[in-house]
């Protein structure tokens, strides 16, 4: 754990947000949101029709991992509420919402 807070600092200076994050090993890439006063977080993504994923509390933070993309839309629940955290691209979805769009070449 001494050593999980350090890499989690960085990684939130070294991504330009506060909120979110990710962290990719090329075979697997996890995404981390930093909401702790809440009780539930799924992620749902374009790989596979937006289906929810539960996300695990590590400490403050809550952690997802997908499989590696080069690119796919997402956007989180959180206690039953869509949240579009801050991201650097961004679409209008089908339903008058947002998608924040995640690309491996940005």
């Known amino acids: 754990m001494k050593?999980?807070?350090?890499?989690?600092?960085?990684?939130?200076?070294?991504?330009?947000?506060?909120?979110?994050?990710?962290?990719?090993?090329g075979h697997s890439l996890t995404l981390y949101l930093d909401r702790p006063s809440a009780r539930q977080v799924y992620l749902a993504s374009s790989q596979d029709g937006f289906a929810p994923h539960e996300a695990r509390?590590?400490?403050r933070m809550w952690v997802v991992s997908l499989p590696a993309a080069s690119q796919f839309r997402y956007y989180y629940i959180v206690d039953g509420e869509i949240?579009?955290?801050?991201?650097?691209?961004?679409?209008?979805?089908?339903?008058?919402?947002?998608?924040?769009?995640?690309?491996?070449?940005?």
């Not at 600092?9 to 090993?25: F, M, N, P």
């Open 57 to 59: 509390r590590v400490g």
């Open 83 to 106: 949240f579009v955290p801050s991201c650097r691209m961004k679409e209008n979805d089908d339903f008058g919402s947002k998608n924040c769009i995640f690309s491996q070449e940005l």
């Open 3 to 25: 050593l999980l807070v350090p890499i989690i600092g960085w990684l939130v200076l070294s991504a330009g947000c506060s909120t979110h994050y990710h962290r990719s090993d």
